[in-house]
């Protein structure tokens, strides 16, 4: 199958996609467990989402529709660069809304809107391996999850405590999959944490330097590490979106002026333009920024 | 003379308790004379059982292969475990011997370094094995690593330190304390006072002695230095290129050896 551009459809060869859609499988198959598979290059640098990438081309067919999304935006370089990579390649329809796409690629950000059964969620992974900071070697690590030991995770928590008297940890958050998996959910802000357990879409995992896919399927439990009396927390805010007066999104802080004034406004720009044109407004609605941020 | 054959006989105070560990025909060569065999003994709870012998006499491989971290050639090494009860450590699963380590059992490295985690807090140290075992309150698990800090003579504000700005001898006594924590039952230790200074390894003598009676510990202990033999072991195995020549209770093997070999062991410590 190619398209008109020359190159096989969504780019990667038939082959490969094959290799990569079993490893999906397996991951699938084996809750948050780690898959590694034969990657490919593909044509951008790693660290730009190259992971994410061979898991999207594999997954990709004509009828998708997809968005890309980076820090919770649709505009930054990282974001259209691979949705126009997509566009070209497999000549797939494009979109920035939540609701509409099939496919979702993103680097750290869960969509504030709640995914449904019919899409699919597509991290690009830097480090897939939780216990890499306590256990440099692979074998050992790969002994570890087999024999569910994670004690050594544990003891990153208790540094954080210890030190900070509370679990500091706010990205990279560990997590349980399914009772059974230690996994690294991505640089997502733990606030995205609880939206991935019994979440109806399902969740894959590319990262593209370690050669590692894993995956999270429909209606799994997945569960932020925490003890008993500290527990899970996820971040909040003081102030509401200053563009859409949300209450309940995750924030982004905003410099609107040379004299450090700012304001703190969803990162989920496609949440907050929604709510904009369904009629809420926020303090700054008649600020500059504001008209700024909700035009795209 | 006294021979293996000895320590297959328990003596009267331990007769009617099973043995925590039984040895049998334990072999591991690496080459002829490199490495340890034809190797059988009971170990009793609450027991010292000390290993000694000239440097290369194998002693550091039979710890290895009775604290299941070496693969022997041949023979049985048989643990009767509070958890799993009878097993036989090289024909069980891998899971249940990881299981033993961080649990009923000990092991203290020589080097602390290779014991501890160099990169994390003291209290972190001797949680981990807590955290390990399922422990997920915060409070406790830092109420139990100041417990065991104060056991060893660590002064409890030092919990947030990392090793690496410890001393040897505390180094030392943060292995011991990160191992005791979840109270094994059996603790291995090859050479724990080496490379400390005299005064510092007499004082960790000295601990190590008043916590193994206290909490009725049972240890094997792998060491050079027959002075640290008689202070902490109750019976002793006389090792020489790879082979056991000579066993029995401390004070008989120290004072009155019968294998030519234990006899020069002794008096050549005697002579310095
Ligand atoms: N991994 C190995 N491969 C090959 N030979 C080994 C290995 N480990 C130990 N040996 C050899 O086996 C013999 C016994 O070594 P072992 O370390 O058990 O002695 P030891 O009694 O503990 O000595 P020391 O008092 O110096 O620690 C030595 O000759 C040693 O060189
Ligand atoms: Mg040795
Ligand atoms: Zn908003």
Known sequence: ?296 | MNTTADLLTPTREWQDIAPLLSVRELNKFYAPGKGCGDISFDLYPGEVLGIVGESGSGKSTLLSALSARLTPDSGNVIYNSEQFGEMDLYACEESLRRVLMRSEWGIVHQHARDGLRMNVSAGANIGERLMAVGERHYGQIRTRAEEWLTAVEIDTSRIDDRPSQFSGGMQQRLQIARNLVTHPKLIFMDEPTGGLDVSVQAKLLDLLRNLVSRLGLSVIIVTHDLAVARLLAHRLMVMRRGEVVETGLTDQVLDDPQHPYTQLLVSSILQN
């Open chain 1, 1 to 296: 199958m190619s398209t008109a551009t020359g190159y096989n459809f969504a780019y990667l060869d038939e082959q490969s996609k094959r290799m990569i859609r079993r490893a999906i499988l397996k991951g699938v198959a084996i809750p948050g467990y780690q898959v590694p598979f034969g990657g490919r290059e593909m044509p951008l640098p790693h660290g730009w989402g190259t992971g994410g990438m061979q898991v999207t081309a594999s997954v990709i067919g004509e009828a998708d529709k997809l968005k890309v999304i980076d820090q919770g935006a649709d505009d930054t370089t990282n974001a259209v660069s691979i949705r126009r990579f997509f566009a070209h390649t497999a000549g797939v329809e494009t979109t920035e809304q939540t609701a509409e796409a099939t496919l979702i690629q993103t680097r750290h950000r869960i969509p504030e809107r709640p995914l449904k059964a019919n899409q699919i969620l597509i991290y690009q992974v830097p480090i897939p391996e939780p216990l890499r900071f306590i256990e440099p070697r692979e074998s050992e690590t790969r002994k570890m999850h087999a024999l569910s030991e994670y004690g050594a995770m544990q003891v990153k928590l208790y540094e954080d405590v210890a030190r900070f008297g509370h679990i500091a940890t706010s990205y990279d958050y560990p997590v349980m999959v399914n009772n059974r998996y230690m996994m690294d959910p991505s640089p997502i802000p733990k606030f995205d944490n609880p939206k991935m357990s019994m979440m109806p879409a399902l969740q894959l995992f590319g990262a593209g330097f370690e050669k590692r896919i894993y995956a999270v399927p429909p209606f799994t439990r997945v569960e932020s590490l925490d003890f008993d009396d500290h527990p899970f927390e996820v971040q909040s805010w003081e102030e509401a979106c200053a563009i859409c007066g949300s209450d309940h999104s995750f924030l982004d802080e905003v410099i609107t002026d040379d004299n450090g004034s700012k304001m703190f406004v969803c990162s989920d720009t496609d949440y907050c333009g929604d709510r904009v044109a369904q009629g809420f407004v926020g303090s700054a609605a008649d600020l500059p920024i504001a008209e700024m941020e909700t035009e795209q």
